[in-house]
Each structure stands twice: as structure tokens, then as C-alpha cells.
């Protein structure tokens, strides 16, 4: 059984997406712990690329910072075996599908098993191509997280049908960054999903406030929340995991 499905299990899950290295690996690591004290219940963890497709100006900012700071993927790894010496929640790398080709596809797979690394989430691999991937992911117990977009309309069934982990739905089309309101029709996308598939599904891409997250999380299992937590990492420095906690408490009381 996925290890991802706990994060569903005690209610709506509070998702935070941090970029690992920006400013630096033990800040990220202080800013998880934080964000897990105060009720987050999956951490998604970026892996700098140099051109992240699916990402607006904060988070491509968040990569240039990592990646300007000298992080690697083998400097992540080493993060993140230290890092569940007592982190228990699911976590996930979201990277790109050219970081995990580059560093030769099974030993990041495997190395992702080795070091406690429950799924992988690449926004820029189509669904027709996942078979890259998927044989990979099976053979070391790595779930490989889909993502739904506005736009996948009839082929969202499908998706779903094959999907593992969770279920990603994209809120809106464009790339990752806050926005004042959400205007997609969720609740038909996950009346679609629902009847394909039990496996939990969040929102993520756009939500920055409380009540957007309540919305969000009232029509599926949960809110994914990136672009406004690296927002705090770019204001705050090292000094951001406190304001990080007090933010994922606000967001996870209004769930």
C-alpha cells in the first residue's frame, strides 16, 4: 500500500511545496520541520532545474537561488536521508523529467527508495509518455503522481483510472504563482476522478490564502500550497521557518 495514502487519512491534507536549497539545505530543512509541527501532512520537495517549464517568477526564483547556492541532486539525497531521521509524513520530489533522465533514470529511482522518498510528481511528462518512467517507479515502490489539468478534459478518466499515490488537479492553466481567485470548474473535475478512482485527489497551483484553501479542500481531499510558502523563504532567509509554521497553522485550521 502507498505510504501517500496517510497523509489523507485524518482529514483534509495540507500540502507544502518547498524548494530544496533556497536560501540554503538547512533552512528547507528548519522551514519542513516547521511546516510539519504545524499540521502539514505531505511535504512535496522541488528539485532545482534551470528551466522549470511549469513554474511562474516565484518558484523559477526559488530554483535560481538553489541552484546559484551550488545545491545538487546528490547534495538532496544526503538532505533527505538525513532528514527522515525523524520527519515520518509522506514526501515527494517534484522535479523535471530531464533532472531524473540526467542522473540516469533507475539510480534516481532507486536512490528515491533508498533514502524514504514516497513519490515523484514530473509536471512536464505528458501522460501518453509516463511509460519512461512507470516500469521504474513500480520496481522500487515509488508512486508516480499524476497531475490533471483544466485542459485534460476527456482524458481525465483515463488518468485517473491509472493513477497512483494521489491525484494532482491543476487549478488553473498557466504556471505555478498566487492568484486572487480561482475560476476553473473543480467540482465536475473531481466528480470525474471520484468515479474512476478512490484514490485521494488535491488542488494545487494558485492558492495563497485560508479560504482558498477551504474551498479547495471542500471539493477534494486536499490543498497543495507552493508559491506563497517560497514567497515567505524569499522575504524572510533564514530567519523564514517560524513565519513558515505560523502560515501552514492558519492555512490547516481553516481546512
Same mark, same amino acid.
Given at each position: 500500500?502507498?505510504?501517500?495514502?496517510?497523509?489523507?487519512?485524518?482529514?483534509?491534507?495540507?500540502?507544502?511545496?518547498?524548494?530544496?536549497?533556497?536560501?540554503?539545505?538547512?533552512?528547507?530543512?528548519?522551514?519542513?520541520?516547521?511546516?510539519?509541527?504545524?499540521?502539514?501532512?505531505?511535504?512535496?520537495?522541488?528539485?532545482?532545474?534551470?528551466?522549470?517549464?511549469?513554474?511562474?517568477?516565484?518558484?523559477?526564483?526559488?530554483?535560481?537561488?538553489?541552484?546559484?547556492?551550488?545545491?545538487?541532486?546528490?547534495?538532496?539525497?544526503?538532505?533527505?536521508?538525513?532528514?527522515?531521521?525523524?520527519?515520518?509524513?509522506?514526501?515527494?520530489?517534484?522535479?523535471?523529467?530531464?533532472?531524473?533522465?540526467?542522473?540516469?533514470?533507475?539510480?534516481?529511482?532507486?536512490?528515491?527508495?533508498?533514502?524514504?522518498?514516497?513519490?515523484?510528481?514530473?509536471?512536464?511528462?505528458?501522460?501518453? &509518455?509516463? %511509460?519512461? @518512467? #512507470?516500469?521504474?517507479?513500480?520496481?522500487? *515502490? =515509488?508512486?508516480?503522481?499524476?497531475?490533471?489539468?483544466? !485542459?485534460?478534459?476527456?482524458?481525465?478518466?483515463?488518468?485517473?483510472? &491509472?493513477? %497512483?499515490? @494521489? #491525484?494532482?488537479?491543476?487549478?488553473?492553466? *498557466? =504556471?505555478?504563482?498566487?492568484?486572487?481567485?480561482?475560476? !476553473?470548474?473543480?467540482?465536475?473535475?473531481?466528480?470525474?476522478?471520484?468515479?474512476?478512482?478512490?484514490?485521494?485527489?488535491?488542488?494545487?497551483?494558485?492558492?495563497?490564502?485560508?479560504?482558498?484553501?477551504?474551498?479547495?479542500?471542500?471539493?477534494?481531499?486536499?490543498?497543495?500550497?507552493?508559491?506563497?510558502?517560497?514567497?515567505?523563504?524569499?522575504?524572510?532567509?533564514?530567519?523564514?521557518?517560524?513565519?513558515?509554521?505560523?502560515?501552514?497553522?492558519?492555512?490547516?485550521?481553516?481546512?
Amino acid at each position: 500500500m502507498s505510504n501517500i495514502k496517510s497523509a489523507f487519512e485524518h482529514g483534509k491534507a495540507f500540502i507544502a511545496f518547498i524548494t530544496c536549497g533556497d536560501p540554503d539545505l538547512e533552512t528547507t530543512a528548519a522551514a519542513i520541520r516547521a511546516a510539519v509541527e504545524n499540521g502539514a501532512s505531505l511535504i512535496e520537495l522541488g528539485i532545482p532545474f534551470s528551466d522549470p517549464t511549469a513554474e511562474g517568477p516565484v518558484i523559477q526564483g526559488a530554483n535560481l537561488r538553489a541552484l546559484n547556492g551550488g545545491v545538487t541532486t546528490d547534495k538532496i539525497f544526503a538532505f533527505v536521508r538525513e532528514l527522515r531521521r525523524d520527519v515520518t509524513v509522506p514526501m515527494v520530489f517534484m522535479t523535471y523529467a530531464n533532472v531524473v533522465f540526467s542522473y540516469d533514470s533507475e539510480r534516481f529511482i532507486s536512490t528515491c527508495r533508498d533514502i524514504g522518498i514516497d513519490g515523484l510528481i514530473l509536471p512536464d511528462l505528458p501522460y501518453e &509518455e509516463k %511509460e519512461e @518512467f #512507470l516500469p521504474l517507479c513500480h520496481k522500487y *515502490g =515509488v508512486d508516480l503522481i499524476s497531475l490533471i489539468a483544466p !485542459t485534460s478534459e476527456n482524458r481525465i478518466a483515463m488518468i485517473a483510472k &491509472e493513477a %497512483e499515490g @494521489f #491525484l494532482y488537479i491543476v487549478s488553473s492553466l *498557466g =504556471v505555478t504563482g498566487t492568484r486572487s481567485e480561482i475560476k !476553473t470548474d473543480l467540482a465536475s473535475i473531481v466528480d470525474v476522478v471520484r468515479q474512476n478512482t478512490d484514490i485521494p485527489c488535491a488542488i494545487g497551483f494558485g492558492i495563497s490564502t485560508p479560504d482558498q484553501a477551504h474551498q479547495m479542500a471542500a471539493i477534494s481531499d486536499g490543498a497543495i500550497v507552493g508559491s506563497a510558502i517560497i514567497k515567505i523563504l524569499e522575504k524572510y532567509g533564514k530567519d523564514a521557518p517560524k513565519y513558515v509554521g505560523e502560515y501552514v497553522k492558519n492555512m490547516t485550521e481553516k481546512l
